[in-house]
């Protein structure tokens, strides 16, 4: 009696040969192509055993995709797999979801104007000159570093979130380098210009713009010991807000804004 023995090769599972993101933010799409090879040339099904509500798979290419929310903060389990139609090889990975962070921003800065009346001082405050969308301005560290023109000190209070800025009664110009860093630190920079002050800069940001002549409107026709007199207005000096200021603004406003060569 004779018998025929035929010898068959033993499946192969398939071999998942990527590695997961395992990092997505609320409110942007998060994806990931799962790849996996198959040493028998089989057609490979995807799928997802295990994951947040929401996150999907394509079955025959393995691109899964998916839209965290504010309610899905934190950890996920997931666990993908690859399916040749008789084994399973599954991928398990922790998901973090986090939101995004964003740098501050420094709204834009003219200058700051010192001058003998104010002994060659002046307080900023910090908080309305910048923006974070991710965190408290308490949180926010700054750093002033003087680059150029008379020397400068600046004495910072990070709980007031204040900085006094002193120079000696020899001051003319100077440059500092403003940063501010976040708790992620995430940093933002720009360079604030110290000035004198000129007749008609009202707001000390040492330009003569339209927002000096809105002020000068402001307190137009007021004297002395008025509540609304603003003595810095009163540029000839004699005692009321008059047309005579009107025409010496506009002269210092022509002077501190016409071109080279006008």
């Known amino acids: 009696q004779r018998f025929q023995i035929s010898l068959v090769e033993g499946n192969a599972a398939p071999v998942i040969i990527s590695t997961p993101p395992e990092l997505a933010w609320t409110d942007s799409l998060y994806i990931y192509a799962l790849d996996a090879t198959d040493a028998d040339g089989d057609s490979l099904i995807y799928s997802v055993a295990q994951g947040p509500p929401g996150i999907r798979i394509n079955p025959l290419i393995g691109l899964v995709a998916w839209a965290p929310e504010e309610n899905d903060l934190g950890i996920h389990e997931i666990e ?3 399916y040749d139609g008789q084994e399973t090889t599954a991928q398990h990975y922790q998901l973090h979801v986090q939101r995004p962070s ?4 420094i709204h834009p800065l003219k200058g700051v104007a010192l001058d003998a009346a104010s002994g ?7 908080n ?9 301005d308490r949180e926010l560290v700054w750093s002033f570093t003087p680059v150029s023109g008379d020397p400068v000190t600046v004495g910072y209070d990070p709980i007031a979130q204040t900085a006094r800025i002193t120079a000696n ?16 630190d995430h940093r933002a920079a720009q360079m604030l210009n110290l000035g004198l002050r000129e007749e008609g800069d009202f707001n000390s940001d040492t330009a003569i713009d339209l927002t000096d002549f809105f002020r000068l409107v402001d307190v137009f026709g007021t004297v002395a010991d008025t509540p609304e007199w ?8 004699d005692g009321q807000i008059d047309f005579d200021d009107f025409f010496v603004f506009i002269d210092r406003y022509e002077k501190s804004n016409s071109l080279p060569g006008d």
């Not at 009664?169 to 992620?184: C, G, K, M, N, T």
């Open 80 to 82: 993908l797999n690859a």
């Open 102 to 105: 964003y740098p501050p921003q």
């Open 120 to 126: 060659f001082s002046t307080l900023i405050e910090l």
């Open 128 to 136: 309305p000159l910048v923006t974070d969308p991710d965190h408290e």
């Open 169 to 184: 009664e020899d001051f003319s110009i100077a440059q500092i380098h403003l940063i501010v860093r976040d708790p992620d």
């Open 230 to 237: 603003d003595s810095t207005a009163d540029l000839n000096s």
